[in-house]
């Protein structure tokens, strides 16, 4: 596989704002202003949701700085909860994902259409839920699709590269329209402040803010496209993860001066009744002649680029949630496959350009119900993903995290009770929020289809445990956080892991580790043990083996040879570098350890003792497995090998417990 490019903190901004902003204020931003009851307590509801979205997008921050790998919310629930919780997340994201792109592929050939009325000509080709479908749509639709496929297939940072020229022509045509929309600006045209003209059951100026909520995870959504695309971060992950808070800040904000500055250019009763385009068409009726015609046009090309970076940002995140949940068995594990050159998921990404394909042979007519439901996939998402920091900051708080909330669990609480509480209002009539029995039909009809998914994926979940799942989603994490000790490469040849299975009739299995002493006889030590979902990393010499653990031993390339000639290993045994093992070499980690130098002052308390007597692994969980002294090597040194001024010790370990053992030499 090759070297997968970076992506910095300002492409994976352009990738999240892109995908929030899209094109909605272009197309339907009047219809925000008739069913709030006024522009201004539709910008007033941005500013509400603003409040209630900064607490959920501080967790994704967190999290995603914490947990740097795709999947996202999965990701996170299945670290928090497991499988089921992790399946509900998942599966509920991916559907409003996934709904997403054909929307977007069917309202580009739409715009483009007005741009170029050609796309239109002759009869269509037939009619599906009244919408008329050309051939000029199919074909347009069809190669705006393969294109997006082709550079989403070539990593992120190809997408992101992209995006950010697509995100700078998207707010260019945002700001010109607010600047061009304040200087025909009359205080007037936003009389009455108030007023429900039959849109929605509100009856306050309050109301109608709040009522805007109802639209907020549909205009919001998109901030999950950065969590889902940060294996490819580089730098400090952590102003990564702080770009999710931005996006959704500058997003609200955005929405909220348009909503101002174009429904002052206009008396907004009056503008409520423009169709679609409807800023596009504004500018038409309040500057006359080629200038109208200019805005006109620029506007409508703006609202294309809106809808490239919403598509664009989406097929990205749609197939990077596949791929994580195929790594942990929620949905077929053939959904995992990354391209060898670039490191995608390509057959994810297929799964991404048939719902691309599939949009303009739909029509809008058919579509549009489909994506009624996704505000429920997204505030599904949204509640879990609160939950699980407060899951993890209990169950992991040695983790680290770049990045920390104010407020601490009490921030994530709000986020989490508030997305619970919408949650319930989108299936209650009558709400101001109520998203209709369509979408509810629709929603529980798509969680159906995925249940009906985990259920077929049972038997592949049971052929790993839930920890080795669990290495396969977050090895990249592991692995972008290590670094390569100078004395690395001599693992290549002089360091070999053995991974056996206790056979079940094994005459040592139910015996400790210093009862078969197989570090003092064959000097093999243990470094794993998996059991069941259970793993004991470097366990002490009481630990007992039983048969059907997972043993996983480390020796010289001699040693473990001979151990494997005397002792019962079974048939289907194997043997790796100790290189690739930790992750260093050309596969994936397998452990959450991690190796390094520590030279010896002579004022540690284990210095002058034998390796036995020092508590390295009793106390601290670390294993030595070599010595430098004096020019030469000692590789997995004798118990009785006393630790010597001016030795370097090789180290592996957890990485919490190697910084507790340099702390007690002073050093860091």
Not at 273 to 287: D, N, Q, R, T, V
Not at 394 to 421: C, D, H, N, Q, S
């Amino acid at each position: 596989m090759g070297n997968k490019k970076r992506v910095a903190a300002l492409d994976f901004f352009c990738i999240g704002f892109g995908a929030i902003v899209g094109v909605g204020w272009a197309v339907s931003i009047n219809s925000w202003m008739g069913g709030s009851g006024g522009p201004l307590p539709a910008a007033f509801g941005y500013i509400l949701a603003l409040v209630m979205m900064i607490p959920v997008a501080l967790c994704y921050c967190e999290l995603c700085s914490m947990l740097p790998v795709s999947g996202g919310g999965m990701a996170y629930a299945f670290r928090a909860f497991g499988d089921r919780v992790a399946f509900v997340s998942g599966w509920a994201a991916f559907g409003a994902f996934i709904t997403i792109i054909p929307w977007e592929a069917i309202y580009v050939v739409d715009i483009l259409s007005i741009l170029f009325p050609q796309l239109k000509m002759g009869s269509p080709l037939y009619t599906l839920a009244g919408a008329d479908i050309y051939i000029g749509h199919i074909v347009v639709g069809t190669l705006i699709s393969i294109v997006l496929f082709l550079i989403n297939r070539r990593g992120v940072s190809t997408s992101a590269s992209l995006q950010r020229i697509l995100c700078f022509a998207l707010v260019g045509s945002g700001i010109l329209a607010m600047i061009c929309a304040v200087i025909k600006l009359d205080v007037n045209n936003f009389y009455p402040l108030y007023e429900n003209i039959g849109q929605g059951s509100h009856s306050s100026f309050m109301g109608g803010a709040v009522s805007i909520l109802a639209s907020v995870p549909f205009f919001l959504a998109g901030f999950e496209t950065i969590p889902q695309g940060i294996e490819s971060a580089g730098g400090d992950v952590k102003s990564v993860g702080k770009t999710v808070v931005l996006t959704v800040v500058l997003s609200c904000i955005f929405y909220a001066l348009l909503l101002v500055t174009l429904g002052g250019a206009l008396p907004w009763r009056e503008f409520v009744g423009f169709g679609s385009p409807s800023a596009a068409l504004m500018f038409k009726e309040i500057y006359s002649g080629p200038i109208g015609q200019a805005l006109y046009m620029l506007i409508l090309c703006g609202a294309v680029c809106g809808l490239l970076t919403t598509w664009n940002g989406f097929m990205m995140a749609s197939s990077q949630i596949l791929m994580a949940m195929a790594r942990v068995s929620i949905v077929p594990d053939v959904l995992a496959k990354q391209n060898r050159k670039y490191g995608t998921p390509i057959n994810a990404l297929k799964v991404s350009l048939a719902a691309s394909i599939i949009g303009p042979f739909l029509g809008s007519g058919l579509i549009g119900s489909l994506t009624t439901f996704s505000a429920a996939g997204y505030v599904v998402s949204w509640m879990i993903t609160a939950y699980c920091l407060i899951k993890l900051r209990r169950i992991e708080p040695e983790l680290k995290r770049p990045y920390r909330i104010p407020g601490g669990v009490k921030t994530a609480w709000f986020a989490g009770l508030t997305m619970t509480l919408l949650l319930i209002l989108l299936f209650i009539p009558g709400q101001p929020v109520f998203m209709g029995n369509t979408a509810i039909g629709l929603f529980l009809g798509w969680m159906m289809i995925g249940v009906a998914l985990y259920v077929l994926d049972y038997r592949q979940r049971k052929r790993y445990s839930k920890l080795k799942r669990a290495s396969f989603l977050f090895a990249s994490m592991a692995a972008a956080d290590m670094n390569i000790p100078g004395f690395m490469d001599l693992f290549e040849d002089d360091y070999r892991i053995l991974s056996f299975i206790v056979p079940r009739d094994a005459i040592y299995a139910g015996k400790n580790l210093i009862e078969l002493g197989w570090g003092k006889n064959h000097n093999v030590f243990i470094v794993k043990v998996e059991r069941g979902t259970e793993m004991l990393m470097l366990p002490s010499g009481l630990t007992n083996i039983y048969g059907g653990d997972r043993v996983f031993a480390v020796g010289s390339r001699r040693a473990v040879r001979r151990f494997c000639d005397n002792q019962d290993v079974g048939e289907k045994y194997t043997m790796s570098t100790m290189k690739d093992f930790m992750g260093f070499g050309s596969t994936e980690k397998q452990v959450p350890l991690n190796c390094t130098e520590i030279p010896v002052k002579g004022n540690e308390p284990y210095c002058g003792r034998p390796i036995k007597a020092t508590g390295i692994q009793e106390n601290h969980h670390c294993m030595i497995i070599g010595i430098k002294r004096a020019g030469e090597t000692m590789m997995m040194p004798e118990a009785n090998t006393v630790v010597q001024k001016g030795d370097v010790l090789w180290v592996v370990g957890a990485e919490s417990n190697i910084e507790s053992l340099m702390e007690l030499g002073g050093l860091e």
